[in-house]
């Protein structure tokens, strides 16, 4: 005869065996490694062959496998290399979650790489530029002021803003670097050719990609040009200034040499880890 008390027991015991059950098909998923995914998304479309991210490879496989089960890239082009088909069709993927303009830009941001998961993997370090911000009369993401005021901890003196991110159409001859997050124009007119070297070395070890620009460059008058690696937010023009930085190029139009300081090359978050 069933007793009430062994009716009770066989309950309390049920649901533990089944969450047992349930850990290991979780265990079972691939991770995607979110912070060496967007290193790739920014680099490899501006390789001059397929090579792939060290680091990022099985995680840029994993995301391409998923848009392939989509519909949305050849299964041919799922080979670890985040190109510029990878791109298009990440692109096609946030378009198809509502996504527009900067919300569709090919790079993966937090809430369409976790809908891309779903059942399929698991993202680790995951990261977002944060909320838009009132920095010093433009307008910026929390994520980059927090890397400028980092770089003005190792300065010792403070930036003068010349301009922000979100700025579509803001300066032509930013050519839209600045339409989406994580660019800023930092005005260098009256620093020293020694302090303006300090800040872009100081801004590179924070983890942007920046380039002091003279006025022999273009039509402008001295400035830092300065773009948050890995800024989910980034614009089209922005992100491929980010490859050239990684390839050693100069970020403008001619692809010329980086004439900047030598640095090893970081992200935001790879800079906060080596601080602890």
């Known amino acids: 005869m069933t007793t009430r008390r062994a009716l009770l027991t066989a309950t309390l015991f049920a649901a533990p065996t089944s969450l047992l059950l349930s850990e290991?098909?979780?265990?079972?998923?691939p991770t995607v490694d979110m912070e060496a995914l967007l290193k790739a998304a920014q680099w490899d479309p501006v390789?001059?062959?397929?090579?792939?991210?060290a680091g990022a490879g099985a995680s840029v496989l994993q995301v391409e496998k998923a848009l392939v089960a989509k519909g949305l890239l050849a299964a041919s082009y799922a080979d670890g290399h985040y190109g510029s088909r990878t791109v298009a069709a990440y692109k096609a993927w946030q378009e198809s979650l509502g996504y527009s303009g900067i919300g569709a830009n090919g790079i993966p941001g937090p809430a369409s790489l976790a809908a891309l998961a779903t059942n399929r993997f698991t993202v680790v370090r995951p990261l977002a530029p944060g909320a838009k911000v009132a920095f010093r009369g433009v307008t910026i993401n929390s994520r980059t002021r927090a890397m400028l005021l980092a770089a003005e901890g190792k300065l010792g003196?403070?930036?003068?803003?010349?301009?922000?991110?979100y700025n579509p159409g803001g300066d032509v001859t930013s050519a839209g670097t600045h339409d989406g997050g994580g660019v800023v124009d930092l005005d260098v007119v009256a620093l020293t050719s020694s302090q303006r070297t300090a800040a872009a070395t100081?801004?590179?070890?924070?983890?942007?990609?920046?380039?002091?620009?003279?006025?022999?460059?273009?039509?402008?008058?001295?400035?830092?040009?300065?773009?948050a690696i890995s800024d989910t937010d980034l614009a089209p023009q922005?992100?491929?200034q980010v490859g050239a930085y990684y390839e050693g190029r100069n970020g403008l139009a001619n692809n010329?040499?980086?004439?900047?300081?030598?640095v090893?090359?970081?992200?935001?978050?790879?800079?906060?880890?080596?601080?602890?």
Do not use: C
Not at 203 to 225: C, T
Not at 264 to 275: A, D, G, I, N, P
């Open 24 to 29: 290991p098909a979780r265990a079972a998923l």
């Open 47 to 53: 390789k001059l062959d397929t090579g792939i991210t």
């Open 157 to 165: 003196f403070t930036f003068v803003m010349e301009q922000g991110s």
């Open 202 to 227: 100081a801004l590179r070890q924070a983890g942007f990609a920046a380039w002091v620009r003279s006025p022999a460059m273009g039509n402008w008058d001295w400035h830092i040009h300065a773009v």
């Open 238 to 240: 922005a992100q491929k």
């Open 256 to 262: 010329a040499v980086d004439d900047g300081p030598k």
């Open 264 to 276: 090893t090359k970081v992200t935001w978050e790879e800079y906060q880890r080596s601080l602890a």
